[in-house]
């Protein structure tokens, strides 16, 4: 059971280039993250998806979209990368309903991105 | 979400229990209390949560005080795989709809085990 895999691992981007994060969870989870840590800081979200079909903007959305594939996957795209964007980058998944949906969210081992 | 305080940084050595308090003295009554640990270039990691009763799992005991303004996380036996950043996060359990429930993560205990 892989749990939340994220690829890449690493990635080093020029400012104005674009890439795109991908985030697969095997646990049939409904709700999904995407988080982004600078270094001393806690996470903050960025975008997240409550089930299939659905996303919505967190607290630092500007200069990212996202996409909910299908239910196991939400990918996070950034269109023009900058500096600022340099961070390590979580993805993470949720079940929603019963006994599970109690603010216990299962992390990836994280992307680390720094744009030059 | 109830606001919580912990010490920023304890150590432990390898072996002994390590004891990380949790102070949360504006918790309400539907207010769960969890706990994550975030090991260096890791993921955090979800570790147990509780109501009001003690509760215990394969990694830790969560003990919380009668009145429930505070909390410690027990790791009985603590080893140098355990050194990590601890947070102690309080909320309600239930998710309204159209809420993103993102978790909250402040700044934590940083547990250094020493071997």
């Known amino acids: 059971n892989a749990g939340v895999t994220q690829t890449p691992k690493f990635q080093v981007l020029k400012t104005g280039q674009s890439m795109t994060l991908q985030c697969a969870q095997d646990m049939n989870h409904n709700s999904m993250y995407w988080y982004r840590q600078d270094p001393g800081m806690g996470l903050r979200l960025i975008y997240y998806s409550a089930s299939e079909g659905t996303t919505d903007k967190g607290e630092v959305p500007n200069g990212y979209n996202v996409s909910r594939l299908n239910k196991r996957e939400f990918s996070l795209r950034l269109e023009s990368a900058a500096p600022s964007q340099t961070s390590v980058y979580f993805c993470?998944?949720?079940?929603?309903?019963?006994?599970?949906?109690?603010?216990?969210?299962?992390f990836g081992a994280g992307t680390r991105l720094s744009v030059l | 979400d109830a606001k919580t305080t912990q010490p920023p940084s304890m150590d432990c050595a390898e072996g002994r229990a390590a004891n990380l308090p949790c102070n949360h003295s504006?918790?309400?009554?539907?207010?769960?209390v969890y706990w994550y640990r975030q090991i260096h270039s890791q993921g955090p990691q979800y570790i147990i949560h509780?109501?009001?009763?003690?509760e215990t799992n394969e990694m830790a005991s969560l003990i919380i005080t009668e009145d429930r303004k505070s909390s410690t996380l027990i790791l009985p036996h603590a080893t140098l795989r355990d050194t990590a950043v601890y947070y102690c996060i309080v909320r309600v359990s239930s998710w309204g709809s159209g809420s993103a429930r993102q978790l909250t993560f402040g700044s934590g205990t940083q547990l250094t085990v020493l071997p």
């Open positions: 993470a998944s949720r079940a929603r309903t019963g006994e599970l949906a109690k603010n216990i969210q299962y």
């Open positions: 504006t918790i309400s009554g539907n207010e769960y």
């Open positions: 509780g109501l009001k009763n003690n």
